[in-house]
C-alpha cells in the first residue's frame, strides 16, 4: 500500500496498533500502545507483556508491512528472548491470557475487519 502522506510512518504505525487493540478488545484483554514502544501491550499487576509486534519498510511512501498478534503459538521459546531489548518484560498470547484455546480461524475477520478501517485512514491500496 502507498501512504497518503509518505512521512506520515509513525502515525500508520499508531493506526495498526490501534487496529490491534480493537482486536484484542473485542476478545476482553486489554490492549494498550506503551510509550514509545511499538507493538501492543498489557499492563497490568502481572507486568508488561507484550501481545503484538509491529515490523515495517517503507521506500518512497510505500509501505512492506508485517505484524504478528500472538494468538495461540507455541510460548517456550519466547523466555529466550527480551522483546524489543526491554529486559524488564515478556511476551504473551490471547491463549495464555484468556486461558483458553484459541484459533486463528476465530480471529482471523476480527483482524480483517479492524485492519482495513484503520489502513483506509492512512494508505491508498495500490498493486505492485
Known sequence: IRLKNRN?????VR???????????EFGIKGEQYCDRSGVWLRDEKGDRKIAAIGIRVAKGVTMHGFSLNVNPDMSGFDRIVPC???????TSMRAELNRDISIDEVAPVVEKHMY???TKVAEFISL
Do not use: N, P, R
Open 117 to 119: 478501517e484503520a489502513l
Open 85 to 91: 531489548g526491554l529486559a524488564d518484560t515478556s511476551v
Open 15 to 25: 493506526e495498526i496498533e490501534a487496529a490491534l487493540i480493537k482486536v484484542c478488545e
Open 8 to 12: 506520515e510512518v509513525v502515525g500508520f
